[in-house]
């Protein structure tokens, strides 16, 4: 059965409307559903405090690792800061007067996310150092199990498994023999002492411009290994005084604005990078621009930091520092091709041998991984790997054709770029919430996304995808296989309104 009538679920009828209560009063087949979140980093998070707030009662949250926090727990290294807005970069519901500065430090925002955990007191609903490993499809109902061998049965997963979360290695000749120390950003090694070190990077994305910005004065030297040059958009971070911060204490509509208003203005940096042509880019690029003419003084250094591609292209650099930094007289940029890694250090293709005590790989993610590695099993016998292949797809980046009563949170081809991945998950859990009251108390089963309502969207994502920025002629993680970027290729405001209530055109909704 296709959705009722394929209208938008704008209201919901009163029968079944239903904040808080379990109980809805007059509902036709209500029923308690039982619903695993898997991941409890800030959109697993979201979602345990979402279920609570609708009354699901029987949840469990699963993480894989010791402790919440996701993206804030892995990634310890120096600078590690968010780069949008602190008072952004919190839930709407949540607002935290205490934020130290502009662009909050990562431990910071590892500790906010604690706090919302305790707040809501969800520590007894989360298994941490549990994996889910497998989930399989069997009489509408998901079997799922983990790496400790626990078992559980659910009506619903919501899938809050991260987008960057997998550390992607390079391949590089000679990288295992490397003498000294060696890892990636995301698994900082802080026995390992830099100060007074000759360090070497690999990479020059937002997480290696905010190492270089922090340890530039620290080690003995920086070799900053460059590929390709980034535009870096200059924003001062400054800490907020002792009265901003009584002030943003004692009148919490100051930051409930400031999200407001901070909200907007991304959205119009979101809005625009989904048009090459339009005015704002035009203006960042120029911003970019003046912040390397004014603030790189060798002009041979000037140009190999001069970028051949359009800002924004990839994802915006934000610094208060990296120019600074990268003319300290302790750091080098080096933009000869790596040619292999030697016991001793990093050889170039010009023969030079930069004598390293370590080496670190800003070398980012496996973007497209999302749920995977988990086993994944839905109708038929179809697995996620066959679904996915040769690359993943949701229906409005949430819901997958034969995987019923599955939802991804921060899905493939979602809004990912520079501004609040928060502010997408809360959005995306507003639509994931109207089609778990399906479930609940619509007297459906099962909910699927449809293949021909996926394969058009998809269709027209790649088609819009060649008015963005992101197909202006650079490399980047937001590029699939093909070279279409896998993000969302419309206009936030359009995401907005498509989250305000799922099309229930676009699903099979199967009865009880
Ligand atoms: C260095 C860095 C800086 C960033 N800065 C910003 C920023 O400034 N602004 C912004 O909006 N975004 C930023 N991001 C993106 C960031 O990832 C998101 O903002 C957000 O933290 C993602 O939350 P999440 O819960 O979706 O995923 P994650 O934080 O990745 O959490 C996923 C969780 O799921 C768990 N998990 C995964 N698989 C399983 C499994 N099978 N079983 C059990 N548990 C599992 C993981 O252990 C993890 O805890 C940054 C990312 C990085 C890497």
């Known amino acids: 059965m296709v959705g009722p009538a394929g209208g938008r679920l704008t209201v919901w009828p009163a029968a079944v409307r239903s904040r808080y209560g379990a109980a809805v009063p007059g509902a036709p087949d209500h029923r ?153 950003t995301a698994r900082w090694d802080h026995s390992v002492d830099i100060d007074g070190a000759r360090v070497g990077m690999i990479g020059t994305g937002s997480t290696a411009i905010q190492i270089t910005g922090a340890i530039a004065e620290r080690v003995g030297k920086l070799v900053l290994f460059q590929r390709t040059a980034q535009w870096v958009l200059q924003a001062e971070n400054p800490a907020y005084s002792d009265e901003e911060l009584l002030h943003f204490r004692d009148e919490p509509e100051t930051i ?136 993943p797809t949701a229906y409005m980046s949430i819901a997958i054709p034969e995987f019923p009563n599955l939802f991804m949170l921060n899905g493939p081809n979602g809004p990912v770029g520079n501004f609040s991945l928060i502010e997408v998950a809360e959005l995306q859990f507003g639509y994931i919430r109207q089609l778990l009251e399906q479930l609940r108390s619509g007297g459906i089963a099962e909910v699927s996304a449809t293949r021909a309502a996926t394969e058009a969207q998809d269709a027209a994502r790649v088609e819009a995808a060649q008015q963005t920025i992101w197909v202006t002629g650079c490399r980047s993680w937001y590029l699939d296989d093909r070279g279409v970027p896998a993000v969302w290729p419309w206009s936030f405001d359009r995401f907005r309104k498509e989250m305000a209530a799922p099309d229930l055109a676009a699903y099979e909704l199967r009865p009880r």
Not at 300 to 310: G, H, I, K
Request: aromatic fraction near 8%.
């Open 32 to 184: 308690q559903l039982r619903i695993a979140v898997i991941g409890a980093g800030m959109a697993g998070i979201l979602s345990a405090i979402k279920l609570l707030e609708d009354g699901y009662d029987d949840f469990t949250v699963y993480e894989k690792a010791d402790r919440i926090g996701g993206t804030w727990r892995e990634n310890t290294y120096p600078g590690l800061a968010c780069d949008v807005p602190s008072h952004l970069y919190s839930y709407s519901f949540a607002l935290n007067p205490g934020w130290s500065r502009r662009f909050s430090p990562g431990p910071e925002i590892q500790r906010y996310f604690e706090r919302v955990v305790d707040d809501h007191e969800l520590d007894d609903r989360i298994r941490l150092g549990d994996e889910v490993t497998s989930l399989e499809l069997r009489d509408g109902q998901w079997h799922l199990e983990t790496a400790a061998g626990h078992r559980d049965v659910v009506d619903a997963v919501i899938a809050a498994t991260g987008v960057l979360h997998h550390p992607r290695y390079p391949d590089i000749e000679g990288l295992d023999d490397f003498a000294g120390a060696c890892f990636h």
């Open 256 to 391: 409930a604005a400031m999200h407001h208003d901070l909200s907007q203005a991304f959205g119009i940096f979101a809005n625009a990078v989904v048009d090459a042509d339009s005015p704002e880019i035009k203006m960042i690029e120029q911003a970019c621009l003046d912040n390397l003419e004014q603030n790189v003084h060798d002009p041979e250094l000037r140009e190999r930091l001069r970028p051949s591609y359009r800002a924004a292209c990839k994802r915006l650099v934000v610094s208060p520092d990296f120019y600074d930094a990268i003319q300290h007289p302790n750091a080098e940029l080096v933009t000869e091709r790596i040619e292999k890694v030697e016991p001793g250090g990093v050889r170039t293709a010009d023969g030079r041998l930069h004598e390293l005590d370590v080496l670190v790989l800003a070398t980012g993610f496996h973007a497209d991984a999302f749920m995977r590695p988990m086993h994944i099993v839905g109708r038929d016998g179809v697995t996620l790997a066959d679904a996915w292949d040769p690359r």
